[in-house]
């Protein structure tokens, strides 16, 4: 039999934990946890503590009564580090609190994991799903549990379960939820999660209004989605990514993610990079004028010539392994560099490029330095900065 794992989000009435309990053992079959976690804020933590754990408390009496092995030596409470839900770093470190612990849970693949999102604040019970939403699998569960009637759901009404103190009945409904799991690269499943920027990352990987990416040239560093991610690149790489982003921001015409002409815009193709004198602007032009290497960047003659130019590729390359070892949301990643699209055919040459916007990408000297307006970029795009 699967290991069963229950976690609920509580606040400051802790019976919705043993309510919950309450209506899992009722399931036909029955969920009894192997191993509960109940995740709280620091204000709450001394009153659950001392409600449920110890022989007298609630999860012990609930055990005994429904003739199932105590829960009190299972549980775990969890205080996070903030007294209450009220700001965003507030909601921000409960989210990283109860993703870590959904998190750690699923990566067994012979638990179960029901998630309980009836207790707290509705930031708490948002958080909860969301966390089943990012690493909930097939075998995972959602629920809310209802009270009824409504007027035992108050505080001091000392309603633990039905039949314990008051009459009542308890509902639990199973609440549907979108899984995104299979589409978390393995560092997002395996590293230490990090809520506010995961949610960044997936909302920048969509197209919108805001800013995604940030190239400071003096540092060579790439700053995605509001600094949720930053990434160091080599100088030699960091100008051909650089190139690559200038044409997306200046919507340079001659070829984009879908093919080649006036019509097609932000891209840059082998046959630029083979035959420059035929293109104004021109990347390699670019290239050279930031530093690159004339030798470097220029084609050789003789039975290469129907090659791309191969130091550019191999840049593409590394850049696109830097950003997909560091970028959570694969669709993020694809938008930060695209895989190469195209063939060997004049009519649909090799291209490379960004899947942003114009209005996506900034880029400044320093961190400090102004914005490169796209005017001036296209001006600049013939000589160095």
Known sequence: MKRRVLIVTGGMSPAIVTETVWALARRKPPFWPDRMFVVVTAGALERCRSSLLGSKGKLALLSREIGQPSLAGRTEIIGTDCVDIRSEADSITFGNAVCEVVQCETRDEEAVV?????????????????????????????????????????????????????????????????????????????????????????????????????????????????????????????????????????????????????????????????????????????????????????????????????????????????????????MLASRLLSEPAGGRSDANPSRFGLLLSPHEIIIRASADGPEIAPLALGAAITHQD
């Open 114 to 330: 029901h998630l309980s999102l009836a207790g707290g604040r509705k930031t708490m019970s948002f958080h909860g799903g969301a966390a089943m939403t990012l690493f909930g699998r097939p075998q995972d569960e959602l629920s809310h549990v209802l009270v009824h009637p409504p007027s035992l759901e108050q505080k001091d009404a000392d309603f633990w379960w039905p039949g314990h103190n008051k009459p009542g009945d308890i509902e639990l409904s199973l609440v549907p939820f979108v899984r995104v799991r299979g589409r978390l690269p393995r560092i997002m499943l395996e590293q230490k999660m990090d809520y506010a920027s995961y949610v960044a990352q997936v909302n920048a990987a969509t197209v919108g209004e805001g800013v995604v990416l940030e190239l400071l040239a003096n540092t060579s560093t790439l700053r995605i989605a509001g600094g949720a991610v930053v990434i160091k690149l080599e100088p030699k790489d960091f100008i051909v990514y650089r190139v690559l982003a200038e044409w997306a921001k200046a919507a340079v015409p001659g070829a984009g993610p879908s093919g080649v002409g006036g019509d097609h815009k932000g891209w840059v193709t082998v046959d630029m990079l083979k035959r420059p004198q035929k293109y104004r602007p021109s990347p390699v032009g670019r290239l050279i004028a930031l530093g690159g290497s004339a030798k470097t960047y220029t084609m050789r003659p003789g039975p290469y010539d129907d090659t791309p130019n191969s130091a550019f590729r191999q840049a593409v390359s590394r850049v696109r392994k830097a950003i997909a070892d560091a970028v959570a949301d694969q």
